[in-house]
């Protein structure tokens, strides 16, 4: 059975930074490409980063320059690094993995405001 957990959400001031987790279970992680969503109340979930499985990594426009995404196949994780956070960045984020009709995590609350 595959699972994702999201971690390390949070309230951050406006300039802020953090650093979310993403831990997967149940498969051969380092084969498999990894991506981060986003979705703000009343909104459509969107594409965050994208990590391929040889560690190839693509952007949506709106977050270039600011947030990293990266993994560790040791640890079976992915991370996305977030710096110059914006009030707009407020969001649920979410990982996901392209495996059989695909999986999501559950999601960890990103605040940013003053």
Same mark, same amino acid.
């Given at each position: ?13 406006? /300039? #802020? =930074? ?5 831990? &997967?279970? @149940? ?5 498999? $490409? ?19 499985? /040889? #560690? =190839? ?5 709106? &977050?270039? @320059? ?5 993994? $560790?196949?040791?640890?079976?994780t992915v991370y996305l690094q977030m710096n110059s956070l914006k ?28």
């Open positions: 059975q595959v699972q994702l957990v999201e971690s390390g959400g949070g309230l951050v001031q406006p /300039g #802020g =930074s953090l650093r979310l987790s993403c831990v &997967v279970s @149940g498969i051969i992680f380092g084969i498999y $490409d990894m991506e981060w969503y986003r979705q703000a109340p009343g909104k459509q979930r969107e594409l965050v980063a994208t990590i391929t499985s /040889g #560690g =190839s990594t693509n952007y949506a426009d709106f &977050v270039k @320059g600011r947030f990293t995404i990266s993994r $560790d196949n040791a640890k079976n009030p707009e960045d407020t969001a649920v984020y979410y990982c996901y993995i392209n495996v059989g009709r695909g999986k999501w995590g559950q999601g960890t609350q990103v605040t940013v405001s003053s």
